[in-house]
């Protein structure tokens, strides 16, 4: 007979579980709707720019607007959000929480839950968008570089975020941030929009405005990060040691601001720098070391070089 001394202890609570639930029919329009409408722009981009031509305020624009979203994502939502490789002080946390958002890739909370689920299971089974997971063949690689580019996007499952990002739950201001995301789509779009039309007193500058530097800049931006998911983990070189196939792609390192030195980043996660070799351009590391000498951001994880040789000779061992 079970008396109170012998009762059996109550189960331990065990991790919570990878996914919560399912993205409603709506979102799903919605994803596909900001996919497609920068992609396509993307495509009508080239004919457009030789029939019409391509103004200066438009490259301008176009250009600042994905410095500031592109950093925003490798800076803020990557380096800083998803892995901590350096604090921030208030103003800092939350500008790159905005900066991050213009890119429209999702929500700041979306993304690094997602991100933070793909180390936890790189290029095994629960990595959201490995391309490995289809098989070895060409016919697999094909299916899998689809998925892990784009089609990962279309998958309804959704992070549980009580799992993989409950620092960011327990944060106000991030929160207001998630919040705000609609608000901040319109802004990314409009912002070139408004400043063309003002800058030319036109509605044909706010047109030309909104269509580079809005979506054909998104739409770059879009297939940029996508490629680290997909190219970055199929091709390339691994001169380091990690536990999936990432690797280093050299010809993207300008536009990715750094993200495509990726066989480091996945031997390193919570390093800040990402090019550690010479020649390795790696322009969010850059703007990290700006933002430390100014004093926003301190404790910053930089490579050493005892670290990167215990890395290099483990990958040769193997």
Known sequence: MTTLDTAPAPPRAGPAPVLDGQRPPGEMFLVGLFVALPTLALFAAVPLAWGWGLGWLDVALAVAFYAVSCLGVTVGFHRYFTHGAFKAKRPL??????????????????????????????????????????????????????????????????????????????????????????????????????IGGLVTMSWWGALTALFWAGFVRVAVLHHVTWSINSICHIWGERPFASRDKSANVWWLAVLSCGESWHNLHHADPTCARHGVKKGQIDISAVVIRGFEKLGWAFDVRWPTTRRLERLSATKARS
């Open 93 to 194: 946390r939350i500008a790159l929480a905005i900066a991050g958002s213009l890119s429209l890739q999702g929500s700041v909370l979306d993304w690094v839950g997602d991100h933070r689920r793909h180390h936890a299971f790189s290029d095994k089974e629960g990595d959201p968008h490995s391309p490995w997971l289809h098989g070895t063949g060409p016919a697999a690689l094909i299916t899998g570089f689809w998925h892990a580019h784009l089609g990962w996007l279309f998958n309804r499952d959704l992070t549980n975020m009580k799992r993989f990002a409950p620092d960011l739950l327990a944060d106000r201001d991030i929160q207001r941030v998630d919040r705000a995301f609609p608000l901040i789509v319109v802004v990314s779009l409009l912002g070139p929009a408004l």
